[in-house]
């Protein structure tokens, strides 16, 4: 069974970290970010590797209180949830050059998982799966993004400066990765081949600032 569906499978099926002794990562009291990793990687295969059509999801404006958020029933079955493609979102501004160079460790990630995903050793240890986890979280980061500037039109300028801080926030996980002592040499090659640079413009970021500082003191909440 591949990776991925390996992953929705097993991920989750413990309520702590296994004790590894003093300095091997996380310890049993720190329950919110092991836990908020296993949850997500349950969305893994089908958000990257297997998403389903549907229609565009559109934009609220209206003042209306959409309390769906506090009221929700029970829920359970994560890993039978299914996502949109998040690709479409990026081929609308595969003219943004740090959007695309993310893209490409994007599409780098999804060949580890597929040519060499964690094993079941791995999987059951939380602390090297926290880098995946991360990994993943910044793609749906990227992809969020990309929709809102679409409907709101945001400057290319802006979005390709935010995207160079996402390329850098993507290097880290890659790096913790790599240096894990259960990895493989196969992921760590891959690990690194996701590694990029943001395309540096001194141009477009003296002028983004220039806006920046134009702007300053300007802003005021409604009354």
Known sequence: MPFAQRQVADCGNHSRPPDRGPGSGLRNGEGTVHVNITLILKFLY?????DAPYDPVPSRTD?????????????????????????P??????????????????EGFRELLTNCGPDADQREDLDFMLPIGRLFMTVVYGHLILEQAR???????????????????????????????????????????????????????????????AIAGTYAMHP
Do not use: M
């Open 89 to 106: 979102a990026f081929d609308h501004f595969e003219d943004v050059a740090k959007v695309a160079r993310f893209r490409e460790q994007v």
């Open 151 to 213: 409907l709101a039109d945001l400057d290319r300028g802006v979005l390709d400066q935010i995207f160079a801080l996402l390329i850098r926030d993507f290097a880290g996980p890659l790096i913790e990765l790599h240096g894990k002592p259960g990895t493989t040499d196969q992921q760590r090659k891959h690990a690194l081949a996701c590694l990029r640079t943001p395309a540096h413009d001194t141009e477009q970021t003296h002028n983004l600032w220039q806006g920046i500082q």
């Open 46 to 50: 089908n958000y990257l590797l297997g």
């Open 63 to 87: 003042a209306r209180d959409d309390d769906f958020l506090f009221r929700q029933g029970s829920t359970g079955r994560l890993g039978e949830v299914r996502f949109h493609d998040w690709r």
